[in-house]
């Protein structure tokens, strides 16, 4: 009998057949059949040859003022000290008015790439051809691209040529971009309909062949900005602020420096990413793009001093997110998370993104500018540390303490703690 292909397979024919032809053991085995708050069919829909779940721990992030709104945010992240200092930025931003944000209508961008309908690129002469031909056209494509969808818009066409740098030096290509309005929902799935949908007709008006027709996650025309003032006094005086000016600075302008200030932003941002559903990889993508768009890698956000002598933080990103479609409709956990925001747009929830990513850049460099970034980090991972060396329940929190206090936060002197606890009884 022939055997089953593993996509076919039931979820625990897939896990004996790992058992199989693998080392894993059957305990190792039992710890993808635990789908938490999902079931097996729901993720075998989500993704092929599925076998479980990898969770992630959900945390809470407090004190966020947004808009004059209060939120309490949901954070889906494996590192320590990522929520406590959100929240503690949060509070801090507070005393300063909380955070102000504003974003811009959901705008995004699908490209169709269009070339000769032969091997060769198109010549110079004629672009302002074919460019007019689309231009004159422009009203038939719109209407055609808005016959693919019930509830996105396409506004606009913008058509720009382009030409190949590659070591293939192919030539010259056309790129007809679409603009289209998503309302609230991220709009991968409807940019590529369209895109896919009017190919056809643009390659009849010009003769050409159309290549590419997807959606573009660099997402320039749905930016989210959002501002919050952080009191002197509450971030440890001037020469502490002075210092954060000074790591501002050094972001601002070295490229090894940027690339970890920005991950520190993306820790906020991609954390309530993760737990609204969101593709983080494309707000990644779309932010580190926007990070360069001058030509130079620098910081995502902008750090000041007021008149009034405190501190000034901003950040302007495009924030590509959705409240409606994808797994927001699917995934259990996802519309608790964000029932639990009670975000009523996916503008809305691109602010409160915006802010986490804001907040958590404020508590790094405060915290670099200050006492050091592994004190406070340190802390937080010791109760890691404590469930490595094999604690459990109230123990985590005895051994951590303790190699707090000896300013030892290692592995080694967990399990010496521990055993020195388990021998007096505790």
Not at 23 to 34: A, G, Q, T, W
Not at 262 to 290: P, W
Not at 402 to 408: G, Y
């Amino acid at each position: 009998m022939e055997q089953k292909k593993f996509r076919d397979m039931s979820q625990d024919e897939r896990l004996q057949y790992l058992k199989i032809k693998t080392n894993l053991s059957e305990k190792e085995i039992d710890l993808f059949r635990n789908t938490g708050g999902l079931n097996f069919n729901t993720i075998n829909g989500m993704v092929e040859n599925a076998i479980g779940v990898f969770p992630l721990p959900i945390g809470i992030a407090t004190n966020f003022v947004i808009n004059n709104k209060e939120y309490l945010i949901p954070m889906a992240i494996e590192e320590p000290s990522v929520i406590a200092a959100a929240s503690n930025a949060a509070k801090i931003a507070g005393r300063g008015g909380g955070f102000v944000a504003d974003v811009d209508d959901s705008i995004m961008i699908g490209q169709i790439q269009l070339i000769p309908d032969s091997n060769n690129s198109i010549n110079k002469s004629e672009i302002d051809d074919i460019i007019k031909v689309l231009q004159d056209n422009k009203n038939k494509i719109t209407s055609l691209a808005n016959t693919k969808s019930k509830f996105a818009e396409c506004i606009d066409i913008k058509i720009r040529h382009i030409e190949d740098k590659s070591i293939n030096s192919l030539g010259i290509m056309i790129i007809v971009e679409i603009l289209v309005d998503v309302k609230d929902a991220m709009g991968a799935n409807v940019v590529n309909t369209m895109c896919e949908g009017i190919a056809p007709e643009i390659e009849l008006l010009t003769g050409g062949e159309t290549i590419l027709k997807i959606l573009s996650n660099y997402a320039t025309e749905r930016l989210v900005r959002c501002k919050a003032i952080f009191p002197r006094d509450l971030i440890g005086g001037e020469d502490v602020l002075r210092r954060i000016l000074f790591a501002y600075a050094m972001a601002y302008t070295d490229v090894y420096r940027a690339v970890t200030h920005n991950k520190g932003i993306m820790n906020g941002i991609d954390s309530v990413a993760i737990a609204t559903g969101q593709d983080f990889r494309a707000i990644e993508a779309g932010c580190h793009a926007y990070a360069c768009r001058d030509g130079h890698y620098k910081s995502l956000t902008k750090w000041y001093q007021n008149s009034n002598g405190d501190l000034v933080g901003e950040i302007e990103i495009p924030m590509a997110v959705g409240t409606v479609g994808g797994i927001t409709n699917t995934h259990p956990i996802v519309k608790s998370c964000l029932k639990l925001l009670n975000v009523s747009s996916s503008k809305e929830l691109a602010t409160i993104m915006a802010a986490s990513g804001l907040a958590q850049n404020f508590s790094a460099i405060r915290a670099l500018a200050d006492e050091g970034i592994q004190k406070g980090h340190m802390k937080l991972h010791s109760k890691n540390i404590a469930i490595m060396a094999g604690a459990t329940d109230n123990m985590i929190e005895l051994v951590s303490k303790k190699m707090v206090e000896e300013k030892n936060v290692s592995v080694s002197r967990a399990k010496e703690i521990l055993e020195t606890l388990n021998k007096k009884g505790v």
